[in-house]
């Protein structure tokens, strides 16, 4: 598909099923399909609305350059899979998702100078976010029901208080750089996290699982109702 726009399957009465989808535009994108969607070859879009009735995915060469926002949505539980393959490339201006399933995204290539910019609402039922560059958040809210798990050369999620809202299950985060993250809930440590520096802030307690692992290079700040980190024999 090719156009200055393209908008199509957005009406709620039509109908737009494809094998695989690869689109060219300067201008908006705007596609919702009835089916899974799967991207390949090289597609463009000065902003890109995404909406599927499945799964979101793309192939191993595929390639989305999107000069704005690209926002996907999987309905009915459908994951969204995006440039976590070595062939594949992926570069968004910012991102939003939204699904009740899991979400793991690589963006392949900084966009600018901010990396991975997430916007608006996003919501996942888990959440693996890769960056080549940083992880920052300008959005209205980031609710995951499990794990959120972020990798980024420095990761901001929340820090700007009361116009943003960050929420998740449980944390995982790995950088080289500052890790600065305000979580309005409970804070939940999983897995291996890593950061040259940590600021970490919850409204509520701050706690690390049994197999969990945290190491900070530097100073690592801890704010919660309570603080209980490294007491676990496992």
């Known amino acids: 598909l090719a156009g200055t726009a393209i ?46 009735a499945a799964a979101i995915s793309d192939t191993t060469t595929a390639s989305l350059a999107v000069t704005g926002n690209a926002s996907f949505t999987a309905n009915n539980g459908g994951s969204i899979t995006l440039g976590e393959q070595t062939t594949d490339s992926l570069s968004l201006g910012s991102l939003t998702f939204n699904t009740t399933g899991a979400v793991s995204i690589t963006e392949d290539s900084a966009t600018g100078v901010a990396g991975t910019s997430l916007t608006g609402t996003s919501t996942a039922g888990s959440l693996v976010l890769t960056s080549t560059g940083a992880i920052t958040d300008v959005a209205n809210g980031l609710t995951v029901a499990g794990n959120a798990s972020f990798t980024g050369t420095s990761i901001t999620i929340n820090d700007v208080g009361a116009t943003e809202a960050f929420d998740a299950g449980s944390l995982t985060f790995t950088s080289a750089g500052a890790v600065g993250i305000t979580e ?37 700040a801890l704010s919660g109702a309570s603080i209980t980190i490294g007491d676990q024999a496992g």
């Open 7 to 52: 908008t199509l399957g957005d009406t709620g009465t039509d109908v737009f099923n494809a094998g695989s989808l690869t689109f060219t535009s300067a201008g908006a994108v705007a596609i919702s399909e009835d089916s899974a969607s799967e991207l390949s070859g090289v597609s463009t879009a000065g902003s890109l609305t995404l909406t599927s």
């Open 184 to 220: 309005d809930s409970a804070t939940d440590l999983a897995g291996a996290s890593t950061a040259a520096s940590l600021t970490l802030t919850s409204i509520g307690a701050i706690t690390d699982q049994a197999t969990a692992s945290l190491t900070v290079a530097g100073n690592a």
